[in-house]
């Protein structure tokens, strides 16, 4: 039986507050923890891009990464007058995947006049991180590569006599203008010319499948993109459209996994709802298999992505998820 | 017509959340008597329904057990007494969920039962679990109803209410809930392993009350031993302790009826409309106390808990005592204490006015402390799905939340705003510090005016 016990008098008394529940929360999840975790699982991306195209890519990745910064502080902090969102990490991500997707020889202007459509177009005037409606970094790639069509297009990728891997077309180009026979293993490994992050398919992988098991990335979304894409390609094999490009070499060659992985799961720019999310990625999936096979360009991951992300609350509208037990009975 | 969707019963639930337990704080305190108090402030609305009228005057003297306030209205409980005493002026209080109510104050004259004397009273001694048929249904819930018995999981409905017989709605199953889901709370743990003969006999008379053939407890996996001192009580009386996963809100009655019969309660309906009766532990131990012992509903169960609190402990005490002598009865707050909760820190109400009493539906008392309750700054929706994996309801919460921010009423119904349930998973999981279940109440709010 308990004997009541007053407080000592020495002990100063606490203020107690009031406060609507749930009062807990689980404080290891943050937006700057999700961001994190990409800048995580990029690093294996990172490594190979680093390695394959040397200091290029530090280059590159790093002047995106300022630009981003520097262009979310300006336009973000400065011009509207909000809370500095640096922190959050959102534009550094953004600066990592654009370096990524650049070519080498992107001229530095190129990529800091992209940063700056990337944040400034792509985020800001939506209304700042969360608000936008399609993928950042796509809309700062989008930008420059219409803006500078000729030290962006497939020319700007090949150069003699500088590294080795850059003196070929990129696999997806060659497979498709030359009708050249791709090796897979190159591809699978990485050491094939392309943008700086899609050339190597196992980094990809492994970055993907971390963001997976973090739950930072939907794996709905890689999942239904990456199996529309084998069963398009695998139609366009048995066609045979462009003869030398395989499933193998769409799976593996050009920004695709890059894509599945690290941009058409952005979190912001794709739908909310499971349904949603395989929508959105098998449209994804079809988008760039119409532009491989169908366009001028030899790849569409890009384009695919914004066209989706554009049609992202329109998925979210059609599914609306049924309440477990059925929808809301009108009131009588 | 009754069409009931049933599933495999996967002894679990879609989505839902694994927060941190906290029940070590409590769960090895065996249930202790608190001192009878100086003064009880029985409030008249204590359950869903219609208030309670006095039906005693000021300086009445009444017995323990006395009734104090009742109503005519079928949907209502009357409340007694918890000890012997002469009847005050009466008062007004607030209770934790905001509402006003009047008290029935009463001060301690005369002998009162005292530590072992009052647990024997409520949960001591035999407890039979056959013979039972000599109780009809009907004395049954007119036993109920005159103890005044309410759902003691916290929502507090009029328990003889869903024992009555419907023709219209016949139930098969009756599920005692045992889940305790709510992080820190252990007072239905210690309960089922210290008055397992109570809570077995009140199940079998409410199963013959509402012509239930079947009788279930579900028990989350984390209470091995309430789940073995059940099992061992329950022997040969047809009884069925199935122990369901530990996840929260498992003992949400939905969650719990998915889990163990696989159906799914409509939307805006209840158990009752595809056979079931849930009722909580607590409920059942009460049953029991009214049918065979002509015990009112006037003692609880609840657990003192949380980092914010001296010692934590399981107390067996008075209803209309208040949350300070509890928790002085626990060695009072610690300095860094910073939120008193009402219930479970879930769902439970943070009450700022430690005079406030405990009701029929009160389950714990949890004091929290500064890291416990704090969060980051809310930043944007960053739109990631948290909340959606999350949702056991299959909402989106983030979609209602800020349609009702922007007073988009018809967006949040859209959404479906109204078969939200509260239980907070979504707004534990927002990596955002988004406050989606107080969003959510508002946009439930405008819709239901």
């Known amino acids: ?332 | 017509m009754r069409t009931t969707t049933t599933h495999a019963a996967k002894l679990t639930f879609p989505r839902g959340i694994h927060p941190p337990e906290h029940k070590e704080l409590a769960e090895t305190r065996s249930i202790e008597v608190i001192a009878t108090p100086k003064k009880v402030a029985v409030p008249l609305l204590q359950h869903l329904g219609a208030p309670c009228e006095a039906v005693v005057k000021t300086r009445d003297m009444v017995e323990a057990g006395a009734v104090l306030g009742s109503s005519d209205a079928f949907i209502s409980a009357p409340v007694h007494s918890p000890i012997a005493g002469k009847v005050i002026k009466a008062g007004v209080c607030t209770l934790p969920n905001g509402r006003h109510v009047p008290t029935v104050p009463v001060k301690a004259d005369g002998d009162q039962l005292e530590g072992d004397a009052v647990w024997d009273a409520v949960f001591g001694g035999d407890w039979p679990t056959s013979g039972l048929d000599a109780h009809t249904p009907e004395a049954i819930v007119q036993a109920v109803r005159d103890a005044g018995i309410v759902g003691m999981g916290g929502a507090a409905f009029p328990t003889h209410v869903k024992l009555t017989r419907n023709d219209a709605k016949p139930i098969d199953t009756l599920m005692i809930n045992g889940c305790e889901c709510e992080p820190y709370l252990t007072a239905d743990d210690r309960l089922m392993r210290e008055a397992s003969a109570a809570i077995i006999a009140g199940a079998i008379l409410a199963a013959r009350a509402a012509g239930a053939e079947r009788v279930m407890i579900g028990i989350e996996a984390n209470k091995p031993e309430a789940l073995e001192a059940m099992t061992s009580a329950a022997a040969g009386t047809g009884v069925e302790v199935v122990k369901v996963k530990t996840k929260y809100p498992q003992g949400g009655e939905k969650q719990l009826i998915m889990a163990t019969l696989g159906r799914v309660v409509p939307t805006g309906g209840l158990p009752l409309d595809i056979g079931v009766v849930v009722s909580n532990v607590a409920t059942s131990a009460a049953i029991a106390g009214a049918v065979l012992r002509g015990r009112p509903l006037t003692h609880r169960v609840l657990t003192v808990t949380g980092k914010g609190i001296a010692e934590p402990k399981n107390l067996l005490v008075p209803i209309g005592i208040s949350y300070g002598e509890i928790v002085d009865a626990c060695g009072g707050l610690t300095p860094d204490a910073v939120r008193v909760v009402a219930g479970g820190p879930m769902m439970g109400f943070s009450i700022g006015n430690l005079e406030t009493p405990i009701t029929k539906g009160s389950s714990g008392v949890l004091v929290l402390t500064r890291p416990e309750v704090d969060r980051a700054p809310e930043t944007n929706c960053v739109r990631c799905g948290r909340c959606v994996d999350a949702c056991p309801l299959n909402l989106v919460p983030t979609k209602i939340a800020l349609a009702s921010r922007h007073g988009d009423w018809e967006l949040a119904k859209k959404y479906h705003a109204l078969a939200c349930m509260e239980c907070g998973c979504c707004a534990h999981q927002c990596p955002a510090s988004i406050p989606l279940v107080q969003l959510i109440r508002v946009g439930k709010a405008a819709l239901s005016v």
């Open chain 1, 1 to 332: 039986m308990a004997e009541q016990t007053p407080t000592p008098a020495e002990t100063p008394k606490p203020t107690i507050e009031v406060a609507p529940s749930p009062h807990l929360s689980n404080t290891h999840l943050t937006t700057r923890r999700m961001m994190l975790d990409v800048i995580i699982a990029l690093v294996p991306v990172l490594i190979m891009a680093v390695w394959v195209f040397t200091w290029y890519a530090v280059l590159q990745v790093g002047l995106c990464v300022l630009s981003c910064m520097a262009a979310e502080y300006l336009l973000a902090c400065r011009l509207r007058g909000r809370p500095s969102s640096l922190g959050d990490l959102s534009a550094a991500v953004t600066g990592v995947i654009l370096g990524l997707s650049l070519p080498w020889s992107a001229p530095w202007y190129v990529a800091v006049i992209a940063s700056f459509a990337a944040i400034g177009l792509g985020k800001v005037v939506f209304g700042g991180v969360g608000m936008n409606i399609f993928n950042p970094a796509m809309v700062g790639r989008a930008f420059v590569m219409i803006s500078f069509s000729v030290v962006l297009g497939s020319g700007a990728y090949v150069m003699t006599g500088g590294l080795e891997v850059v003196s070929q077309a990129t696999p997806l180009t060659a497979g498709k203008m030359e009708a050249a026979v791709i090796e897979l293993w190159p591809l699978f490994v990485g050491n094939v010319n392309g943008s700086l992050g899609e050339t190597s398919a196992i980094a990809c992988l492994l970055g993907g499948i971390f963001l997976l098991v973090r739950r930072t990335a939907s794996w709905e979304i890689p999942v239904s993109l990456i199996a529309t894409v084998v069963v398009l390609a695998a139609g366009a094999q048995l066609a045979g459209v462009y003869p030398n490009l395989t499933v193998a070499h769409h799976l593996l060659g050009g920004s695709l996994l890059f894509g599945a992985f690290f941009i058409a799961t952005d979190p912001v720019s794709s739908p909310m709802t499971v349904k949603g999310k395989f929508i959105f990625g098998a449209g994804t999936g079809a988008a760039i298999m119409v532009i491989r096979l169908f366009s001028g360009y030899p790849e569409g991951v890009m384009f695919a992505v914004l066209l989706m992300n554009g049609l992202v609350p329109l998925i979210n509208n059609w599914t609306v998820p049924v309440p477990f037990g059925g929808p809301v009975p009108e009131r009588k």
